[in-house]
């Protein structure tokens, strides 16, 4: 029975790893379709998202089950808790690979990009999926160090996105208030997405720790200085 049990906590576990990775697959794919105008692959995104979402609603529904037949208490009880919240973190990112895909089909046949931000864009997507492969990793290797690696590495993120703030003021700017606010809102998209990649790797280290991420560099901070 223990045996069975176990077996379930590992398969949301393998549940939270598969819904990364495609919500990594998604944001890459929503960009290219974004910068690209590929109305083909923007529509694959969008109705790839149920696909998460179905996984998402299994998972709560496996997790919920096993609370009410096994009452699990300490270390268990702390998976099935934090693989829910991871859970609707990781399905809240592919809802943000969705507005990108959505926004490069009401914009085609153009693109929703100035030709001079394409390469901002461009790496926000690129640092975005790799956000969410490292929070894979994570979830798989449950390395508490890696996992508080990934905060630092969403400070570029921010860079990035303060960089589009740059040109959306810049009295140069000559693209119109319609791409103004496309540009803002994908910035936007871009950011909460690195956010939720962020916030799974942090429940990996309560999952592991019992502590909080911000209470355990806080001690590190303290101990090494």
Known sequence: MRDAYHEELDSIGEGLVEM????????????TAMLDADLKLAESVIAGDQK??????????????LLARQQPVA??????????????????????AQH?????????PDTAVP??????????????QRLMAKAAEVIIT??????LQLET??????????ALFTHLIDERWKHGIETAVDVTLLGRYYERYADHAVAVAKR???????EHADELQQETTVEGA
């Open 20 to 31: 990364a990775r495609l919500v990594g697959s998604a944001i890459g794919r929503a960009t």
């Open 204 to 210: 990996v280290v309560y999952l592991v720790t019992g």
């Open 52 to 65: 998460i979402d179905d996984l998402a609603h299994d998972l709560e529904a496996r997790a919920i089950a």
């Open 142 to 147: 449950k390395d508490v160090d890696l996992a």
């Open 100 to 108: 990108v895909a959505k926004l490069a089909r009401l914009r085609f």
């Open 153 to 162: 590495d969403d400070d570029e993120m921010d860079q990035l996105h303060r």
């Open 115 to 128: 030709q001079d931000l394409h390469a901002t864009m461009l790496e926000m997507g690129q640092l975005a």
């Open 75 to 96: 270390t268990d009880l702390r998976i099935v808790v934090t693989s829910l919240r991871m859970s609707a973190d990781l399905e809240r990112s592919g809802d943000l």
